[in-house]
């Protein structure tokens, strides 16, 4: 019972209310003292000199690509180094639970360029109760939810098929939804510019966000667009929640592309009227302007339609080439968000070839002009060449969306940051820093205190959380102790991979995976599983 005291400290306890200073008492993994500062009953068996820095809950990422991470490397430094704590997997409708002998080896596939599709690698589970186990036997450096994916519940129930599901067929995906809520999942991603995702109706997402909503789940959706026509994505996604009453978070809530210049107004009045009117929703951004994503998620839906092998096929049949090439140099394909594609604004970001490495960095105009060829040409040999895993950043954000979407009150953070390629986006070792010493210290886009609600205590509520997201006594030690003057986010997208200045401590439950500012190795994590009562950890 001795544990830690961090003393002197500048308290931010993720409600939103003013700081404070106090001594705070950590012991068996728990906030077991607040006192006023100088005052902590003595006897511990260390004592931290917190003068002059803030301590927070720790950070909560929201929209996470961790879900091979947390497995293959599991001290986790990209995220610990920021001060995150938990992160909530299973998003854009694709990941490996549930999964079949048949489903597993495309989704390996499809979404190497999000995680990596690593040799040897033992893939011992099927179900979400099953990865949720492996995450614990593993023993990751920070705890862990889980969002069933739409996208592969229909690949289980009905394949790569662009149709509307049978009754049969969605009765099998409303049994295997139960079954990974009761397991422990949080809720329902679902990606809607993906496939097999991007071929459900609104109607088959409001049935399966009616079994979400009977277990206290939300449905956390990579909406049909974010380009030509993000509002009607956006309304269609706040249409679900009214019919299916299942709560709502809008992930990476971005307004991209040139159509969007300046129109981030209009979703949140959008947003604003849902929550007028009752809709329980949240939404998440990052503080970057371009995306990440694969360079296949770029091609028109009809191109992708029975799974990655079927895609391949259709990359080297020219009648199938010209189609592409119309759609996305001439009409604006649905994968590119309706927008024609300028492949001045795509940077490839990593590869799956050693061959193609040297492509790392370059965008597809800059490659297209060296080789004498057009943007679509390079696309689709790279596509070909790369079998689907080529990632990349899009360079298509506003700041002043950025900004606007970050100050509504129902903001929290997510990095969406990809942590495989050789020169992956910064946002997933720079995020949550970047946030405070970017948009907090140096713009004054955000108090310190509204920052720290954004990443702390209000993701946990919509997470149901028990007794974390903040810092009061007999909550878990989840904990993050930074320099609010000199945080800061080192990471560039010329050196992706760089930890951030400034986060003195990380705890996660009780154990210390960040002293001094270096990672300590520790893996102190495990998942998080939805009961009646809330997430408790398993």
Known sequence: MRGTVLRGATVVDGTGAGRYRADVRIADGLIVEIADAGTAVGGAARTVDADGLVLAPGFIDMHAHSDLALLREPEHPAKVTQGVTCEVLGQDGLSYAPVDDTTLPALRRQIAGWNGDPDGFAWDWRTVGGYLDRLDRTGPAVNACYLVPHGSLRMLAMGWENRAPSEAELDRMRELLAQGLAEGAVGMSSGLTYT?????????????????????????????????????????????????????????????????????????????????????????????????????????????????????????????RERIRYEVEEKGSDGCHGVVTDWATIQLSGVGAPALADAVGRTVAELAAEQGRTGTEVFLDLLLRDGLATTILQHVGHEENVRAIMRHRAHTVGSDGLLVGARPHPRAWGTFPRYLARYVRESGVLTLEEAVARMTGRPAARLRLRRRGRIAAGYHADLVLFDPDRVQDTATFEQPRRPAAGIEQVYVNGTAVVDRGRATGARPGRALRRTGRGVEAG
């Open 196 to 320: 097999p995702g991007m071929y459900a109706g609104t109607d088959e997402l409001v049935e399966l966000c009616r079994v979400v909503a009977g277990y206290g789940g939300f449905h956390a959706p990579h909406q049909r667009s974010y380009g030509a026509g993000a509002l009607e994505g956006y309304a269609e996604m706040v249409e679900i929640a009214r019919r299916s009453g299942c709560p709502l978070h809008l992930t990476h809530a971005t307004m991209n592309f040139g159509v969007n210049e300046g129109r981030a107004g209009e979703l949140l009045d959008l947003v604003d009227r849902a929550l007028d009117d009752g809709v329980d929703l949240t939404l998440d951004s990052y503080p970057y302007l371009p995306g990440s994503t694969t360079l296949a998620a770029l091609l028109p839906s009809w191109a992708t339609e029975g799974g990655p092998q079927a895609t391949l096929d259709r990359l080297g049949d020219p009648a199938a």
